[in-house]
């Protein structure tokens, strides 16, 4: 957080005001139809109402005074993808039905493209740290300082992130240390 990222408990404003951008960036002709899917699952999800033209005038201004969508964002993401594997197991579109008179017409193409649109967007708001917070980066650089001047006597250090982040192998690259990341690079 302290190098610009986003928390994922509710769907991020950033987030929010990238996915509004990307839409109105749209070629003319190109269906933003998956925008509004956002709008209309969170709405039924949360039990509150949120509107597409709304959340866009919002998001022109300061992001302080707008509502978060009270929706875990992975949990949000997890049920997105449950929800496109059983359109694609049974039919092109399918009516979920998610109680209280709330029924969503989905299609396949709408939920795959919002999927992609959100993992676009998530990816580069997790470039971090964003400009202006580079400072962020000695944390990071003072933990792979001190892992690397541990003792020899003692085991490998192995370390284990969950983060959506890369401060740890930026800052393990800032201090010349190599990290073996479970990746092969391969250059052809």
Not at 31 to 43: F, G, I, N
Not at 58 to 69: E, F, H, R, S, V
Not at 106 to 131: F, G, Y
Request: with cysteine; charged share 25%; hydrophobic share 40%.
């Amino acid at each position: 957080m302290k190098a610009g990222g986003i928390g994922l408990a509710s769907v991020p404003l950033e987030l929010e005001r990238a996915l509004q951008q990307r839409n109105q960036a749209a070629a003319e002709g190109e269906d933003t139809s998956w925008l509004s899917l956002l709008y209309e699952t969170v709405s039924a999800l949360s039990g509150q109402a949120f509107d597409l033209t709304e959340r866009r005038h919002a998001l022109t201004g300061d992001l302080a005074q707008i509502p978060k969508i009270p929706c875990n964002l992975e949990d949000y993401l997890t049920r997105l993808h449950i929800w496109l594997a059983g359109i694609r197991q049974f039919a092109v579109s399918a009516t979920f039905d998610l109680g209280e008179d709330v029924a969503l017409d989905i299609s396949e193409e709408r939920v795959s493209r919002l999927i992609r649109e959100i993992n676009r967007s998530l990816t580069s708001l997790t470039n971090l740290p964003v400009n202006g917070k580079e400072d962020s980066l000695a944390d990071h650089r003072r933990l792979i300082k001190k892992i690397l001047t541990r003792p020899l006597n003692l085991r490998r250090a192995n370390l284990f992130t969950l983060n959506y982040d890369t401060l740890i192998e930026k800052a393990a690259d800032a201090e010349g240390a190599v990290l073996v990341d479970g990746f092969v690079e391969r250059i052809s």
